[in-house]
């Protein structure tokens, strides 16, 4: 099953795109995705702390120079929602992205980019 997480929110003013970088499980259900890969809560924390100590760097479409940058972030996987009282049938990585490009700007806003799509480094097991 492939599922794609569309760009939920566009603030105009301040060049920002909202939405769901990673959904990792979906009604309790881990999410498989297009790799056919499952990722954890704890691995998603891990990663996302990574990112944004490190990189926080938007790319068209993973190729390229830098158009934006992540500038909100927020891993929302099932402790840190019930610490906050917060209800959601998803788990996964929330973003707020900063675009700087003007072609890509564009590009969001005629909707030719529709969603984000994460890149990443990781070692698979087998389950």
């Known amino acids: 099953v492939e599922k794609m997480f569309r760009i939920v929110k566009l603030h105009e003013e ?10 990792i499980s979906e009604n309790g259900v881990p999410f498989v995705d297009s790799q056919n890969d499952i990722i954890e809560s704890h691995e998603l924390l891990k990663a996302t702390t990574e990112f944004m100590q490190d990189a926080r760097v938007a790319k068209a479409m993973h190729k ?3 158009v934006g940058e992540v500038v909100h972030s927020f891993p929302l996987v099932a402790e840190i929602a019930k610490t906050f009282g917060i209800s959601c ?5 929330i973003v707020g992205v900063k675009i700087k490009s003007d072609e890509v700007w564009n590009q969001v806003k005629n909707g030719t980019f529709k969603a984000f799509s ?3 480094e990781a070692e698979r097991v087998e389950v």
């Not at 301040?14 to 959904?23: D, E, I, K, N, P």
């Not at 049938?89 to 990585?93: F, T």
């Open 64 to 66: 390229g120079s830098q």
């Open 14 to 23: 301040q060049r920002m795109v909202y939405g769901w970088a990673s959904v």
């Open 118 to 120: 994460i890149g990443a």
């Open 89 to 93: 049938d998803k788990e996964g990585w």
